[in-house]
């Protein structure tokens, strides 16, 4: 496979995970409980919305290369990492389980960094790059709230 349509099926598997997160973290976001609600109710917004921005930015960029992004939740789920949520979550389920995702999906845009890099595609590792920077910052936010930082 060359190695621009890798960078395409890396860059559709980040728009499927981003539209799993964005509907996990309106389930986070409805179904939060307890003496934290406030403060998680206003992160998980926070969160879905950031899931947001990004989805439509890899969409558009993944078009820009003429890809073709995933546009159904069920093809979204076929290609995603992330998990969609069981419902049953406690708080703090919640809040490590993005953790966890945040984390895979940093970890995936390594790698993608490093072909977009070798293929000259300079635009597409900064869009993972800067992705990669908010997560990080967010992984060490939430590991925080759970006391792990």
């Known amino acids: 496979m060359a190695e621009n349509e890798q960078l395409m099926e890396i860059l559709n598997k980040q728009v499927a995970n981003w539209t799993v997160l964005y509907t996990k973290l309106h389930n986070y976001h409805w179904y939060v409980k307890g003496p934290n609600f406030l403060s998680l109710h206003a992160k998980f917004e926070e969160l879905y919305n950031l899931a947001n921005d990004y989805l439509d930015e890899l969409a558009e960029r993944l078009l820009a290369l003429n890809g073709n992004p995933v546009a159904t939740l069920k093809g979204s789920l076929e290609l995603s990492s992330v998990q ?41 590792a900064d869009m993972f790059i800067n992705i990669q920077e908010t997560l990080d910052k967010n992984i060490w936010m939430l590991n925080a709230f759970l006391g792990r930082r």
């Open 84 to 124: 969609e949520a069981s419902g049953n979550e406690s708080t703090e389920e919640m809040v490590q389980g993005t953790a966890n995702d945040f984390a895979m999906i940093a970890k995936e845009l390594e790698e993608a960094i490093g072909l977009a890099n070798r293929i000259g595609d300079d635009a597409t």
